[in-house]
C-alpha cells in the first residue's frame, strides 16, 4: 500500500508550524530581470506556488532589480506573462526589489552605526587579493578600522555622486579569517551610475544581492526563502544581515533560507549569456525561439502549462543534484496531448495521388472520429474526391521487405475512406515520381471490406481540391548530442539540422481557421500547435511540439 511522501522543505514547514516559528507561510519567486525564464525557473517558481497553495499562505512575485546593468522592462514582461502562463497567480502580491531601495540604505547607515560596515577605496582586484582563498584566510582592508563619521560621511557622499564608478564600495564587516569565504567582509553596496528601469536616475549606488534579498524577504514578510544549492554558503550572511538590522534576532526565525537541489537537463542551453549571444548572433529568432527551452519558447512552441507541472512533479524536489532528459519533458507534453487535441490528417512531404475508378467531378463526406482515445471531442466531416495527397514514403515502386503501405499490386486503406490498390505511378524527366495511381473498392466505404478481407498498410491522406496549403517547422534538439553542449573553447556544439522548414504541406480544410496556440495531433507525424508570432489569420504556421515515439518510459511506483 503506497503512502503520501512528504519531501524534505514539506516536513521542515510542517515542523515550523508545529513549533509556532510562522502561523501563516509566504513564498515568493524572485527573478533577475536580466533575461528569459527557463525550464530550470519552471522548477522555482511552481515549488514555491505550491508550497503557500498547499498550506493557505501567500505567494509573491518580487523583481530582485538590484543590477541596472543588463536588466529591461522587456525581461519583466516576460517573466510576468511566463509566471501567469504557468499558472501561478501572486494577487496583488506584485513586488520589485527597487521598491525598498529607501529602506535598505537606512539599513546600511544602520550597519555603520553599529561599526558593522566601511566604506573602502580598495580596487574590485584588490579586493579578491585580500579576500584569500578556501585555503587561506583573508587579510584586513586597510580602511576596515575607518571612524563611524567618517563612513557616514563616504557612503553619503556615494550616494550622492561625488565618487566615480567602481572607486569606492560598502563592506559588511564581518570576519575576514572566516572558513566560508562569503563572511570575509563582503561588499554589499558599489557606485554606478546608471539609468534603472523602475527608479530611473534616483540613485547610483545600488546594494548587492546578498545585502538586498533578504532586507527584501523581511520586508515582505516571507517565512521561506527557497533557493538552490549554490546558495547553501550565503545562509550565513543571509541570517547576518537580519539579525545586524534587526529584522529578526537568530537563525531558526522566519525568513529562513532553504536550499534545494537545481533542475539540470542534459543537452539543452539554459545559460542565459549563451542564449544572449544565440539571438544576438541571429542564429535563433528570438528568446522564444521554439529549439530553446526558455519557457516562452516552450509555450510558443507548443507546450502547455499542464505538461510543465507534471514534468516538475516527475522530476521532484531534493537536496542531490541529478539530471533530467528532455525525454521526459516530451513524454509529459505527450501524455497531455493526446488525450485532449484532434487527430487530423495533414501530408509533410506530399505526393499526388489518383484514383483512377473514382468518378471525376465527384466528391463525398466522409464521417471521421476526432479522437478514439476520448469520445467526448466527438467526430467532423473531411472531404474525399478523386485526386489526394499521400506521404512522400509511403509510396515505394520497389518495396523493402516489411514494407505494408503503398506499392503497384498492394491493396491498402485509406485512413477512414476506402481500400486501394496501387496500379504503378508517373515520373517526371528526372525519374523522379510525381504521381501515383490506384483503384478503389466503392463497397469498402469508412476503410472496411464486406467480404471480409484484411490489408496490413493503413495510410492517411487529404483531399487535392479542399486541402490548404501551409508551413509546418519540425524541430530537433539545437545542440548537437553526440558531441555535448560545449566545445573545449567553450562555445556551443550546435547541431547544423535543428529546423527543417516544409512550405509545401496538405492539411485539411478544417484546419485553415486555426488560430494561435491551437493544438493538435497530425497523424503518424507527430504533434503541431499554431505559431503565435509567424502566422496570419487564414494562413496558420504550424511548429511541431514533439513527434509520436517516446524513448522515456515512466519508472514504476514504489509498493
Known sequence: MSTESRNFIE????????????????????????????????KSILLNYGLAKQYGGSFHMRFDDTNPTKEKTEFVDSIKADIAWLGADWGDDLYFASDY????????????????????????????????????????????????????????????????????????????????????????????????????????IYPVYDFAHPIEDAIEGITNSICTLEFEDHRPLYDWVLIETGYKDAP????????????????????????????????VDGWDDPRLVTIAALRRRGYTPESIRMFIELSGVSKANSTSDMAMLEYC?????????????????????????????????LEVPNNLENESLGTRQVSFGRELYI???????????????????????????????????????????????????????GGNSPDGRKVKGTIHWVDAATAIKAKCRLYENLIDEEKGVYNEDGS??????????????????????????????????????????????GKPVFNRVVSLKSSFVLPKKEE
Open 252 to 283: 531558526e526565525k522566519a525568513p529562513k533560507q532553504t536550499e534545494f537541489a537545481k533542475m539540470y537537463l542534459n543537452n539543452v542551453v539554459t545559460g542565459k549569456r549563451y542564449i544572449k549571444k544565440l539571438v544576438e548572433d541571429k542564429i
Open 101 to 204: 531601495f529607501d529602506r535598505m540604505y537606512e539599513d546600511a547607515v544602520k550597519l555603520i552605526n553599529k561599526g558593522k560596515a566601511y566604506v573602502s577605496d580598495l580596487s574590485a582586484e584588490k579586493i579578491r587579493e585580500y579576500r584569500g582563498t578556501l585555503t587561506e584566510p583573508g587579510k584586513d582592508d586597510p580602511n576596515r578600522e575607518r571612524s563611524i563619521e567618517e563612513n557616514l560621511k563616504l557612503f553619503e557622499d556615494m550616494k550622492n555622486g561625488v565618487y566615480e564608478d567602481g572607486s569606492m564600495v560598502l563592506r559588511a564587516k564581518i570576519d575576514m579569517v572566516s572558513p566560508n569565504i562569503n563572511m570575509r567582509d563582503p561588499v554589499i553596496y558599489r557606485v554606478a551610475h546608471l539609468t534603472h528601469h523602475n527608479t530611473g536616475d534616483k540613485w547610483c
Open 492 to 537: 556551443l556544439n550546435l547541431n547544423p539540422n535543428s529546423i527543417d522548414i516544409r512550405n509545401d504541406c496538405y492539411l485539411e480544410q478544417g484546419l485553415k481557421d486555426a488560430v494561435e496556440y491551437d493544438r493538435f495531433q497530425f497523424v503518424r507525424n507527430g504533434f503541431f500547435s499554431v505559431d503565435p508570432k509567424d502566422s496570419e489569420p
Open 333 to 365: 507534453i505527450r501524455e497531455d496531448l493526446k488525450v485532449r487535441v484532434p487527430r487530423m490528417m495533414a501530408v509533410l512531404d506530399p505526393i499526388k495521388l489518383v484514383i483512377d475508378n473514382y468518378p471525376e467531378g465527384q466528391s463525398e463526406m
Open 11 to 42: 516536513q521542515m514547514i510542517d515542523k515550523d508550524l508545529k513549533d509556532g516559528v510562522y502561523d501563516k507561510v509566504v513564498t515568493r519567486f524572485p527573478p533577475e530581470p536580466n533575461g528569459y525564464l527557463h525550464i530550470g525557473h519552471a
Open 391 to 445: 506521404e512522400r514514403d509511403d509510396f515505394m515502386e520497389e518495396p523493402v521487405k516489411k514494407y505494408f503501405r503503398m506499392f503497384p499490386g498492394n491493396e491498402v486503406r485509406l485512413m477512414n475512406a476506402y481500400f486501394v490498390t496501387c496500379t504503378g505511378c508517373e515520373k517526371d524527366a528526372d525519374g523522379n515520381i510525381v504521381t501515383v495511381h490506384c483503384t478503389y473498392d466503392p463497397e469498402s466505404r
